[in-house]
């Protein structure tokens, strides 16, 4: 098993995160949803990506459809310049 980090969402850059995966790091983010702290876990095994809600597992063969899940389910800090 892969080490593990633990972090809150906006805690960091989509880069960051996947330099993590990229490194067989398995990330714990803490996401705030309607008031609720919940868990999201994100991993890699082999060439696929993993992201673990409570609803759904996200599956991605490419980095760039992880990069879109990260983004698009607000795992990663917001660039400066991007709109809320």
Sequence with gaps: MSDHVKVSSEELTTEELMDLLE??????????????????VVRK????????????LYIHETPEGMRRCL??????KRPDNAPA
């Design 45 to 56: 095994s082999g060439d696929t990506y993993y992201c673990d809600t409570p609803m759904r």
């Design 71 to 76: 983004e698009q389910n607000n795992l990663v």
């Design 23 to 40: 490194n067989d790091r398995r990330v714990i983010v803490d996401v705030s949803v309607l008031g609720q702290s919940m868990e999201r």
